[in-house]
């Protein structure tokens, strides 16, 4: 079966400083692979997402960066954080083109800048 | 620009009774997505529509599509309080990989 891992699960980071969340997945090849974030009691705003390899589509210009160095590694990055760069955020997975299965979630991470 | 909207925002609803939760999208998308997210968790999905008409059903939760109206309903039947949760719609935005998510519905179902 398939399995989505992200880490940490909760970071502290102060202004200014870098960031680097990952995630993985297990069990399927060349998946779709999506970071979202969720601002408190608000709802899902897609940042990045990835149909292969270093491909990356970016959707909110910002201070976060993402890549995909491997098949099933996506990892979300920024050089120095900002205040409003705090909440929760999530990575997600799917397969194939007709999106006849949902997107799956990881259990998320949740951010606080200092 | 795919936008979708949910309503209501907020529902406190007593358990035994019945309610529905609207998602309306505004350009054509012929996916429509329900998921749960319970207080600082992730999200779950519920259920997947495929195609005008289709209706899911799970336990207390029945989903439904109409795509020539733009709308999927979630509807509740005899409300438990288990069901307490933030639910969210997404749609499938057409010829790309990515969903528009729903503000989402904070749903408190009290004893």
């Known amino acids: 079966s398939q399995t989505i891992h992200q880490w940490p699960a909760t970071l502290v980071q102060p202004v200014g400083s870098p960031l680097s969340l990952e995630c993985t997945v297990e069990?399927?090849?060349?998946?779709?692979l999506y970071w979202y974030r969720q601002a408190a009691g608000r709802g899902l705003q897609l940042l990045f997402y990835s149909v292969g390899i270093g491909q990356i589509s970016s959707e909110v210009p910002q201070n976060l960066s993402a890549s995909r160095p491997q098949d099933r590694q996506f990892i979300l990055s920024s050089k120095k954080l900002l205040l409003s760069d705090s909440g929760f955020y999530l990575c997600a997975w799917s397969v194939g083109q007709k999106n006849n299965q949902p997107q799956h979630f990881g259990d998320g991470t949740r951010l606080s800048i200092l | 620009e795919l936008k979708v909207e949910q309503n209501p925002l907020f529902l406190s609803m007593q358990e035994g009774k019945n309610y529905t939760i609207y998602c309306n999208y505004s350009t054509t998308s012929d996916r429509l997505y329900w998921y749960r997210q319970d207080p600082g968790k992730s999200l779950e999905s519920l259920f997947v529509l495929l195609s005008n008409g289709a209706v899911k059903q799970e336990g207390r939760l029945m989903a439904s599509l109409d795509t020539k109206a733009r709308l999927s309903t979630l509807h509740i039947t005899a409300a438990v309080h288990d069901l307490s949760a933030t639910y969210f719609c997404a749609a499938l935005i057409q010829g790309a990989q990515k969903l528009v998510f729903g503000q989402g519905t904070r749903l408190t179902i009290n004893p």
């Open positions: 069990g399927t090849s060349n998946p779709n």
